[in-house]
């Protein structure tokens, strides 16, 4: 849980604020998952903190959730080419990538259990999004195509996960 906080500190997910009067936070809570080895030994204990974004309210907390998800037949078509051209493919998986979308909306949330403050009325603003978040798919795929186009990543019109 302390690793989980420094990385979201770090990655400037929040500032610890006061609540202000009329606003209602959303929650939070811990999700815990062993992580293990292929003999089925315990690798590693994780922790994630989510959001309780079923308690997030449309137009409030967020306006949009629709994230862009590749089609099958593009990864079909893609695969097929790579092959007759005897290209080499790789794949990437980015760490916390729903981490990484910044927020547009003006969300507090609750503190997380083990992080402590001298007041009472003491919130996290959110500044980019944490998993269970409506929008927090959607801000990742802003994130990324924006990468992508400045870039000069070319989106194409049949399928606009391709670039």
């Not at 292929?38 to 903190?49: F, Q, T």
């Not at 089609?71 to 998986?93: C, E, G, M, Y």
Request: aromatic share 10%.
């Amino acid at each position: 849980m302390k690793e989980e906080i420094l990385a979201l500190e770090h990655n400037k997910t929040w500032s610890i604020t006061s609540l202000p009067t009329g606003s209602t936070p959303i929650g939070c809570k811990w999700v815990y998952k062993l992580k293990r080895r292929v003999d089925g030994s315990i690798k590693r204990h994780k922790a994630h903190l989510v959001a309780k974004g079923y308690t997030q309210l449309e137009g409030m907390n967020y306006l949009d959730t629709f994230a862009i998800v590749a089609k099958l037949s593009t990864i079909r078509f893609i695969l097929a080419v790579a092959t007759s051209k005897n290209w080499i493919l790789k794949q990437l998986d980015v760490n916390n990538a729903f981490l990484h979308g910044d927020l547009h909306e003006t969300i507090y949330m609750s503190l997380p259990l083990d992080l402590h403050t001298k007041n009472n009325n003491q919130v996290c603003l959110l500044h980019k999004s944490l998993y269970g978040m409506k929008q927090a798919s959607r801000q990742w795929y802003t994130r990324l195509s924006s990468f992508l186009h400045k870039h000069s990543f070319k989106q194409t019109t049949v399928d606009h996960s391709l670039f």
